[in-house]
């Protein structure tokens, strides 16, 4: 039975609305717009690329909410020319994983808003394995810092949170004043880089690619000897490309580590491994209330986005 809606009732003389039972057809009921259709486009088309089951987590799962919504609202993204749908494993036909892409519709709907053109191929792996990268690390209280001066500020806090609240022996108050006197550096590209929103943690992942990209990304990092490790993931788009990335990891570190920066390996969740959101148990509470993180379901406007 469908849910009541607000309706004007003619016969009220104050003209305030009355809460009537209206009946919508199943057609209609169907079709009906929903208020995560406008989050869910937005942030497809920030990432470009995602998995159907990457939709269903973010915006359902992890907030403790069954996820048959989610793929009602898919379906009409779909249905309304927003989005393209395509098989992940063509092999397994209508039972594979769908990838999803913004559409040009899409993408000119949120002009002005992170987006992207589509992708296909190895690209559009690489896209799915950051996307799920964003929505682990998101769900459990990460946040990615996009500005130069908002990475560095985070990484220097970081690095002298050790020193906080004791004096230290002569080697430690000579190795907070170098930090504090150190001028601001950048990250190169490839990299990304979050800072937890409760412990003021850092971690940095690096776009797995051919040793030489691999070995500049690397060399491109700040100069952050002084530190503690730095917890630091690779991305890539199936097992060859991150078994040439670890390797190529480990000779940089060998050489170069201990002047420069130590790491600290972070795993990642492979996409290809995460079950289906629609049958896996849900969490007793919202994950994001468990983190004290922004919900997906806080929305605003699409004016206001």
């Not at 009355?18 to 929903?34: D, F, G, L």
């Not at 490839?190 to 070995?215: E, K, L, N, S």
């Not at 991150?242 to 480990?250: D, W």
């Amino acid at each position: 039975m469908a849910a009541p809606l607000p309706r004007q009732s003619a016969s009220d003389p104050t003209g305030a609305p009355v809460t009537q039972p209206v009946t919508i057809p199943a057609k209609r009921r169907r079709n009906r717009p929903s208020l995560m259709a406008w989050p869910v486009l937005l942030w497809v088309a920030r990432h470009r690329v995602v998995t159907s089951h990457q939709v269903l987590y973010r915006f359902w799962w992890l907030a403790a909410r069954h996820p048959r919504h989610g793929a009602r609202v898919i379906r009409l993204l779909i249905r309304h020319g927003y989005l393209t749908s395509t098989s992940l494993d063509r092999q397994r036909g209508r039972a594979s994983v769908r990838v999803l892409a913004p559409t040009s519709l899409a993408r000119r709907m949120v002009a002005g808003r992170p987006g992207g053109r589509e992708l296909l191929g190895r690209k559009q792996l690489v896209g799915l394995a950051w996307t799920q990268l964003a929505l682990t690390w998101e769900s459990a209280g990460w946040r990615e810092l996009r500005d130069h001066d908002e990475r560095w500020a985070a990484v220097r806090e970081w690095g002298l949170a050790p020193y906080h609240g004791h004096r230290g022996n002569a080697s430690d108050r000579t190795n907070r004043a170098a930090i504090e006197r150190m001028a601001p550096q950048r990250f190169g590209t490839g990299v990304q880089v979050w800072a937890h929103r409760t412990t003021g943690g850092i971690r940095v992942a690096i776009a797995a690619g051919h040793p030489a990209i691999m070995t500049r990304r690397l060399n491109a990092l700040p100069k952050l000897g002084l530190f503690p490790p730095l917890p630091i993931a690779l991305v890539g788009d199936g097992w060859s490309d991150l078994e040439a990335a670890e390797a190529t990891l480990e000779r940089w570190a060998r050489r170069r580590a201990n002047k420069r920066v130590r790491l600290e390996r972070v795993a990642v969740e492979p996409y290809t491994t995460s079950p289906s959101p629609l049958t896996e148990p849900l969490p007793p509470v919202s994950r994001y209330k468990e983190t004290d993180s922004p919900s997906p379901l806080d929305l605003v406007h699409p004016a206001q986005a």
